[in-house]
């Protein structure tokens, strides 16, 4: 069907619905059912067996495997199963992992899923994209992403940009007309609004005439399903850590080999034991832990309200050391009310908060009724007309749709009994010119009943007052002289003082005939009606994250289109302007070069009256003094200064689908307070990916120390192999994993940002790695000599031992781990599931020594209740010896 060559009545026949009322909930269902979700197919998913088998694929997993079969055809059936066992345990274990991350990951894509408004039965409501079906009506403005494609019905100076269609990056001007040709290609069909393309200017409403792989981005969906899965900065630093650690376990495993066979060992013994220490020594398992440590700290995220589309992201939170945040929604309430208006130089108070339209209108002390005043009325109605704000009472409560800007002046004007529903018996719009943030005003073209025609403007009250030649004052027209501005500029920063925010009001009579061609002819010569101010106030809870976030080492700069004087009053509320902090408006920003910017950025903490344009300036100002910077926004015009920052941060409720596609995170409830709370998790989840790397490689160079000095010391073997891959499997992987899930330290956010440069063992973590994995193969192999000088004739019982003390070590260890400081800092049972894991970990282990069926296949035996002293003293020596030694130095000082 060629619908762009149909008149939009036509289109509204042939697919069945009603423009003014939309599509019924029944036959919504109906269409679904016939047609399907509104969604691109998505690529195959791998198929579970096969990811199963791919868990197999490791080099020494192979090796071992086939260790085992010649095992197993020398005879030794039982050492062969057992070792087949721990590595299906250990393959079902990592399979399950990867399933977990594909799970997460389909959760975000889920969350993060568009939204559109449709009409429906008469109403129009927020829906997912994925449940549009042939013959919806919805309606778009800038910043939004068509989400199928459109048959245009109604365009406010719409334009949309098709780059991702046709490659031409110029936004295409949309018309509701219909198209006469042949061969028009998409780039042409300028009523038409296709999936995936992007509104750049003004609004419109379409009808859905295609949807999922029937729309023109269907037929190339190809290009969507090119997402490879993001590896981030850490994991491939973990990628090549790992590759440095197997060449040094090879070696070091190689040597154990060629020593034992040297000192007598049989070649077969030692190679499945140069085999199983091999498995445990390489941390294969590293990038998965790394994996799920971050797919876990995602979730954690979302429920507080923090959405990661970029996974990077999360290692670049910890790292932030400047948050630029928008005030409007993210430090304040979003609920703006307005609290008082100004006309010709008198005052009126409102009362009432929020969204309720009840409240009364006071001139001082005295009630004043708005139908009795012309210009107090005009000031109301104009406010009421010229908005696209509704409000729509669910229950007992008022819920906005809309700009909460818009949704103030919509309140202010039901408190004095009007209605949009009462001004369209009276008024007809003929013509909008959408708000734009590069003129800050938004105009329509109005007839009245009588066939009067007007301009009604409302904006920024210093680009209305420049636009204005004449003024209401004392309820008549009159020049607008120097005076007369200079008192308008004085209420302005009256109310400003106050931290209001100053709407601004005129208009403009029009010829009958009068034809108005662009915003420059709608916009001038006009007559100054007065101002609403309104206050938006601040979120109670920002003011502490604001606290909390310098005590972190972060600076916050409020970033805002507001006044200068609102912007300085709400900043010293919140406690972000020190007593010598710099504000500077956007007109000093555009006169900046940006040197100039470099040279005081530092002391800056409010821009004011800025562009989004100047964002990206203050972004790089901030980067080049070395900032990692986490920049918020929500408009279209903000999406080049969120990709520019470290962490772009978009709005999940008034942002565009733009900011949101350029941005690493997402606020669900457009809070500042959730920026802070994002960064606190950031940082823990890199503070546990180091402390499972540690635990994990102070484990693994103990396994590895305790057979290479038996070796040296030409004694027996102190752990046989299948206990070796035990220790891997058990007392290896389920702590580690507990590690991830540990509790951020209580001064996490009183510590300086981490640099990005920050190499994997800095902080003397490799230090603490090589001694403490040191000490573990030492206590270990002290227990094994032991016990094996004193009963030489009881090997098995010594390598039990030896196995005991290695274990309980590590889980000792373990502890430790969870702080950078000493295992005396943190509280031990905080982290139940680390508390659960060790202790699972020595059941595990009790049940491997004395339950007889598993002796024999373990080369195990029961342990006497006096060498359990010897087990525990020994094993407690790694951690407790040098955090006493830590201790003492630090009382010293």
Known sequence: MKWYELKSEDVERHVNTDYDQGLTSKEVKSRIEKFGYNELQEAEKPNMFLMFLEQFKDFMVLVLLAATLVSGLLGEYIDAIAIIAIVIINAFLGFFQERKAEKSLQALKELSAPQVMALREGAWSKIPSKELVIGDVIKFSSGDRISADLRVINSNSLEIEESALTGESVPVQKRVEPISGTNIG?????????????????????????????????????????????????????????????????????????????????????FLAGVSLAVAAIPEGLPAIVTVALSLGVQRMIKNNAIVRKLPAVETLGCASVICSDKTGTMTQNKMTVTHLWSGGTTWNVSGTGYEPS?????????????????????????????????????????????????????????????????????????????????????????????????????????????????????????????????????????????????????????????????????????????????????????????????????????????????????????????????????????????????????????????????????????????????????????????????????GITGTDVAKEASSLVLLDDNFATIKAAIKEGRNIYENIR???????????????????????????????????????????????ALGLDQAESDVMKRAPRSPKEGVFARKLGWKIISRGFLIGIVTLAAFMIVYNRQPDELMYAQTIAF?????????????????????????????????????????????????????????????????????????????????????????K
């Open 186 to 270: 998409l780039g042409d069909q300028e009523n038409m609004a296709f999936m995936g393309t992007l509104v750049t200017r003004g609004s419109g409403v379409g009808v859905v005439v295609a949807t999922g792989m029937k729309t023109a981005m269907g037929q190339i969906a190809d290009l969507l399903q090119s997402a490879e899965t993001m590896i981030t900065p850490l994991q491939r630093k973990l990628e090549q850590l790992g590759k440095i650690l197997i060449t040094v376990a090879l070696a070091l495993t190689f040597i154990v080999v060629v020593l034992g066979v040297m000192q007598g060992h049989d070649v077969y013994s030692m």
């Open 359 to 651: 409240g009364r209108f006071y001139e001082g002390d005295k009630d004043v009724n708005p139908s009795e005043v012309k210009s107090l009325q005009q000031l109301l109605t104009f406010g009421l007309l010229c908005n696209n704000a509704e409000l729509k009472q669910k229950k007992s409560e008022f819920i906005l749709d809309g700009d909460p800007t818009e949704g103030a002046l919509v309140v202010s004007a039901m408190k004095a009994g009007m209605t949009r529903k009462l001004l369209e018996e009276q008024f007809i719009i003929e013509k909008e010119f959408p708000f734009d943030s590069s003129r800050k005003m938004m105009s329509i073209i109005v007839r009245d009943t009588n066939g009067k025609r007007f301009v009604v403007t409302k904006g920024a009250p210093d680009v209305l007052i420049q636009n204005s030649e004449s003024i209401l004052w004392d309820q008549k027209q009159q020049f607008l002289s120097t005076r007369l501005k200079d008192e308008v500029e004085g209420a302005i920063e009256d109310l400003g003082k106050q931290a209001l925010r100053t709407i601004a009001i005129a208009f403009k009579a029009l010829g009958p005939s009068q034809t108005v061609y662009s915003e420059a002819d709608a916009e001038s010569n006009l007559i100054f009606i007065g101002l609403q101010g309104m206050i938006d106030p601040p979120r109670p809870e920002v003011k502490q994250a604001v606290i909390e976030c310098r005590e972190a080492g972060i600076k916050t700069v409020m970033i805002t289109g507001d006044h200068i004087v609102t912007a300085k009053a709400i900043a010293k509320q919140l406690e972000i302007l020190p007593e010598n902090g710099k504000v500077i408006q956007g007109s000093e920003l555009s006169d900046m070069t940006d040197e100039e910017l470099e040279s005081i950025v530092e002391d800056v903490y409010v821009f004011a009256r800025v562009s989004p344009e100047h964002k990206l300036k203050i972004v790089r100002a901030l980067q080049k003094n070395g900032h990692i910077v986490a920049m918020t926004g929500d408009g279209v015009n903000d999406a080049p200064a969120i990709k520019a920052s470290d962490i772009g941060i978009a709005m």
């Open 691 to 737: 402390k499972f790397i540690r635990y994990l490689l102070a484990s693994n160079v103990g396994e590895i120390l305790v057979m290479l000095f038996a070796m040296l010391l030409a004694l027996p073997l102190p752990l046989v192999p299948i206990q070796i891959l035990w220790v891997n499997l058990v007392t290896d992987g389920l702590p580690a994993m």
């Open 804 to 892: 005991a003390t290695l274990v309980m070590a590590q889980l000792i260890h373990v502890f430790d781990c969870r702080s950078e400081r000493s295992v005396f800092h943190r509280n031990p049972f905080e982290n139940k599931y680390l508390v659960f894991a060790v202790i699972s970990s020595i059941l595990l282990m009790l049940v491997v020594i004395y339950y007889p069926p598993l002796q024999p296949i373990f080369h195990t035996t029961a342990i006497a209740l006096r060498d359990w002293l010897l087990i525990l003293g020994l094993s407690a020596i790694p951690t407790f010896m040098l955090a006493g030694s830590l201790l003492t130095r630090k009382r010293s």
